[in-house]
DNA sequence: ATGGTAGCGCTGCTA
């Protein structure tokens, strides 16, 4: 079982390009981010011809979450259970069943500027995740919860962490809420495979930064322990940053036997 | 050298 995740960053911009990543990397599951589309404005059949079920939580212009699966896709849910009304407008969150994994698409808030209300909703918003998985998974489960953190979770996954983004992404507080969410029961898949250092998934398009190889880990691969113990391989697919009008993401997936 | 690019969509916001 091949799990994929990738925020795209406009759906529409990046479609030849997903196309393209979906025939070479074939992953059974694709979770993707930043869509900015509107649900109606989903492009469902183009990926129903390639052999994928689908699902999309999009409000369009901003966020936009969806899952694509080639091994079943029940029980999609948009939002958090019980999420504020303002919350599920914000199509960040989005869960299906595929293959026998409840797998989650997760965009988590920018937060902009540590101390800025967008960082203390960012705060809440972890915590709103955290308290869903409690509520409604069980850890000794299949989950797999994939996307845009906006968090590196550690000083090995930033290029510079001091000079990082105004603080954000990297910030004591980001961390902890990130490290409670693993405390629940879940393990960032790709640190089961990799140690070094510079290791990103992320680079800003200005100044060069791909280039210069500045850059951050926040898209992560979270997994409960039924799957961490059957992972086989890692991998984030830097090449998928290259050439023409890429994503400023690469895509990450995981190889895990079930 | 305190900048820069990309996407959306038409003005400035978001990242």
Request: hydrophobic residues 40%.
């Amino acid at each position: 079982m091949r799990i994929a995740t990738w925020n795209v960053n406009s759906l529409k911009a990046r479609l030849g390009r997903v196309e393209e990543w979906l025939a070479y990397a074939q992953p059974d599951i694709l979770c993707m981010q930043e869509t900015k589309l509107a649900d109606a404005a989903f492009p469902a059949l183009t990926f129903h011809a390639l052999g994928y079920e689908t699902a999309h939580h999009g409000n369009g212009r901003w966020n936009g979450v969806a899952i694509l699966s080639r091994v079943g896709l029940t029980d999609p849910v948009a939002g958090f259970s019980g999420e504020r009304e303002d919350d599920i407008v914000e199509s960040r969150f989005l869960s299906a069943t595929c293959g026998g994994i409840r797998v989650s698409t997760v965009y988590v808030p920018n937060g902009r500027a540590a101390g800025t209300e967008h960082y203390e909703a960012k705060l809440a918003w972890l915590e709103q995740l955290r308290t869903h998985l409690a509520e409604s998974c069980d850890p000794e489960t299949k989950v797999a919860i994939c996307g845009d953190f906006n968090i590196a979770p550690d000083d090995r996954d930033v290029w510079d962490a001091t000079s990082a983004h105004g603080a954000t992404h990297v910030s004591e507080p980001e961390r902890k809420a990130l490290t409670a969410i693993k405390e629940w029961g879940m393990t960032d898949a790709f640190r089961l495979v990799y140690d070094d250092d510079r290791l990103f998934s992320w680079w800003d398009y200005r100044a060069g930064d791909f280039h210069q190889g500045r850059g951050m880990r926040i898209d992560l691969i979270l997994v409960t322990k039924m799957l961490a113990e059957r992972l086989r391989f890692a991998l984030i697919d830097r090449n998928a940053r290259k050439g023409k009008l890429p994503s400023d993401h690469a895509p990450l997936f995981v190889d895990i036997d079930v």
